[in-house]
Every structure is written in structure tokens, then in C-alpha cells.
């Protein structure tokens, strides 16, 4: 079985599970406060598999839909938006949901940007292959 070395834990290459270090007596990270870590690598590979189930929001999209304030049964008929356009091989969108215009990455499965109705006047939107209306 082979391992490898993380951050000074040992792990078992293909599973997950931490393994004690074998060498007790020669402890190389004693200054190394295990309380400190926020994420443990448990939390960062759920996140990992949550990330392919949904969809990413860019820093820009997300400060405009704080504005817009989409709930949680909003950010899920927009994930049903990713799923219509990808099935019909889009690469990118718009999507018309409450007079809002969504600009989405169906490859990245990224929300890029969010325009409301106002703001959206006199605008064109390029490089986009579908429109997808929620």
C-alpha cells in the first residue's frame, strides 16, 4: 500500500482515512496547533462533491443576486436552468427568470453575471448559443 505525506499527516493513497504516524516518539510538526485548521480534508472533499451536484457563483453574479435577493427555491430552478441547457448541448446561456437575465458557463457550470430588467436595457448579450426561459 502506498502513502502519502499531507500537511505532515499520512495518508493511504485511494482511501481517505487518516493514519497515526508511525514515528511517535519523533514528532516533526510539534509546533503545528491542530486547532487551528477550519477545514479538515473531510469538509474540502464534500465541498468537491457539492460543487459537481450544483453550480458555481462568480464573486460579480453574487453581489448582484445579494441585491436581487434570490432565495435558496430561486438558486434551485436555476440549477433546473443548468440542467435544460446542458441536456441540449449548450456551452453558454442566458436565462430569463423574474425579469432577470441570468449569463451562465453551461461547460464551467458557472453563473457569470446577473442584469435585472432595468439595468438590462440597451444591452447585447454575445457569445451566448441558448436562452433558456424559467
Same mark, same amino acid.
Given at each position: 500500500?502506498?502513502?502519502? /505525506?499531507?500537511?505532515? @499527516?499520512?495518508?493511504?493513497?485511494?482511501?481517505?482515512? %487518516?493514519? $497515526?504516524?508511525? @514515528?511517535?516518539?519523533?514528532?516533526?510538526?510539534?509546533?503545528?496547533?491542530?486547532?487551528?485548521? *477550519?477545514?479538515?480534508?473531510?469538509?474540502? #472533499?464534500?465541498?468537491? &462533491?457539492?460543487? $459537481? @451536484?450544483?453550480? *458555481?457563483?462568480? !464573486?460579480?453574479?453574487? %453581489?448582484?443576486?445579494?441585491? &436581487?435577493?434570490? *432565495?435558496?427555491?430561486?438558486?434551485?430552478? /436555476? $440549477?433546473?436552468?443548468? $440542467?435544460?441547457?446542458?441536456? !441540449?448541448?449548450? !456551452?453558454?446561456?442566458?436565462?430569463?427568470?423574474?425579469?432577470?437575465? #441570468?449569463? =451562465?458557463?453551461?461547460?464551467?457550470?458557472? %453563473? /457569470? *453575471?446577473?442584469?435585472? !430588467?432595468?439595468? =438590462?436595457?440597451?444591452? &447585447?448579450?454575445?457569445?451566448?448559443?441558448?436562452?433558456? /426561459? %424559467?
Amino acid at each position: 500500500m502506498n502513502y502519502r /505525506i499531507i500537511n505532515g @499527516q499520512t495518508y493511504p493513497v485511494g482511501n481517505f482515512g %487518516l493514519i $497515526e504516524n508511525v @514515528q511517535s516518539n519523533k514528532s516533526i510538526n510539534k509546533n503545528v496547533n491542530t486547532k487551528d485548521k *477550519t477545514n479538515s480534508f473531510k469538509d474540502v #472533499l464534500n465541498n468537491a &462533491i457539492s460543487k $459537481e @451536484q450544483s453550480f *458555481t457563483i462568480s !464573486k460579480h453574479a453574487e %453581489l448582484r443576486l445579494n441585491e &436581487i435577493n434570490f *432565495t435558496k427555491e430561486d438558486m434551485k430552478n /436555476i $440549477e433546473k436552468g443548468f $440542467e435544460i441547457a446542458k441536456d !441540449k448541448g449548450s !456551452k453558454n446561456t442566458v436565462m430569463l427568470y423574474k425579469d432577470v437575465a #441570468l449569463i =451562465a458557463s453551461v461547460e464551467n457550470k458557472t %453563473l /457569470i *453575471t446577473a442584469i435585472e !430588467k432595468e439595468r =438590462a436595457k440597451d444591452n &447585447i448579450f454575445t457569445n451566448v448559443d441558448s436562452v433558456v /426561459i %424559467l
